[in-house]
């Protein structure tokens, strides 16, 4: 095979006749357009997605005793929104406020259902004669010692129990006493001053968080119709 050599292979002129400005105006324009297709095939297919899923957690949350988006203030439905881009950024910052709520929602249900449980077995050991109640109370610490590991929460239960032989840390003594077992285990009491305020500051910031998308969502709206 002859050897070609490449400087006088790339001088070749080009077959191809070259473009003019117009040709390559004419070709940007053709793919800008095909973007912008694809762009808006994308939003449509979000979009579709998003309403599907606000319809989703509109129902589980009015299941729930939560109204559903519209009937909060500064809201405006879907469908009186003419204008797509607006309606697409409006419909997913409902989206996420809901996702939002939801996930709230769980956490304090998870917490509800933990305590309905505990009080349960709290009345089913008070309501029973003195010979099961004694097998249930071992049966319970025994759960109870195996589950639980932190000490302050072993002196919760033990408190509330009516001082069960239930050791303040797995493997301790049944005399020891909450500061020895503390710094056995490296803990510390808690800062319940702390804790107080640290509560009421998240209840604040959730306060805040809804006032913020609220907000946020009629900034959208504004943003969308001026026509400046």
């Not at 008070?126 to 195996?146: F, G, K, N, Q």
């Not at 000490?151 to 509330?160: A, S």
């Given at each position: 095979?002859?050897k070609?050599?490449?400087?006088?292979?790339?001088?070749?002129?080009?077959?191809?006749?070259p473009?003019?400005?117009?040709q390559?105006?004419?070709r940007?324009?053709?793919w800008a357009?095909?973007?912008?297709d694809?762009?808006?095939?994308?939003?449509?297919?979000?979009?579709?997605?998003?309403?599907?899923?606000l319809?989703e957690?509109?129902?589980?949350l009015?299941?729930?005793?939560?109204?559903?988006?519209?009937?909060?203030?500064?809201?405006?439905?879907?469908?009186?929104?003419?204008?797509?881009a607006?309606?697409f950024?409006?419909?997913?910052?409902?989206?996420?406020?809901?996702?939002?709520?939801?996930?709230?929602?769980?956490?304090k249900?998870?917490?509800?259902?933990?305590?309905?449980?505990g009080?349960a077995?709290?009345?089913?050991?008070?309501?029973?004669?003195?010979?099961?109640?004694?097998?249930?109370?071992?049966?319970?610490?025994?759960i109870?010692?195996?589950?639980?590991?932190?000490?302050?929460?072993?002196?919760?239960?033990?408190?509330?129990l009516?001082?069960?032989?239930?050791?303040?840390?797995?493997g301790?003594?049944?005399?020891?006493?909450a500061?020895?077992?503390?710094?056995a285990?490296?803990e510390?009491?808690?800062?319940f001053d702390?804790?107080?305020?640290?509560?009421?500051?998240?209840?604040?910031?959730e306060?805040?968080?809804?006032?913020?998308?609220?907000?946020?969502?009629?900034?959208i709206?504004?943003a969308?119709?001026?026509?400046?």
């Amino acid at each position: 095979m002859a050897k070609i050599d490449k400087r006088r292979r790339n001088a070749r002129p080009s077959k191809y006749r070259p473009r003019s400005e117009a040709q390559k105006t004419r070709r940007k324009e053709l793919w800008a357009a095909r973007e912008a297709d694809r762009r808006l095939g994308r939003r449509v297919s979000e979009e579709e997605a998003l309403t599907q899923r606000l319809g989703e957690l509109e129902a589980v949350l009015r299941d729930q005793g939560h109204v559903g988006v519209h009937n909060r203030r500064h809201v405006k439905p879907l469908d009186e929104i003419e204008d797509d881009a607006q309606r697409f950024a409006v419909l997913k910052a409902r989206v996420e406020r809901l996702e939002a709520l939801w996930a709230i929602n769980q956490r304090k249900r998870e917490t509800r259902g933990k305590i309905i449980i505990g009080g349960a077995l709290l009345a089913e050991l008070a309501d029973l004669p003195v010979a099961d109640r004694d097998d249930l109370m071992e049966r319970l610490v025994d759960i109870l010692d195996r589950r639980v590991d932190r000490v302050r929460d072993r002196l919760t239960v033990r408190e509330l129990l009516g001082n069960p032989p239930l050791a303040l840390r797995p493997g301790g003594d049944l005399e020891e006493d909450a500061e020895t077992a503390l710094a056995a285990a490296g803990e510390q009491l808690p800062d319940f001053d702390a804790m107080a305020q640290s509560a009421l500051a998240e209840t604040e910031d959730e306060a805040a968080e809804w006032d913020e998308n609220d907000a946020a969502e009629a900034a959208i709206g504004e943003a969308h119709s001026d026509p400046s």
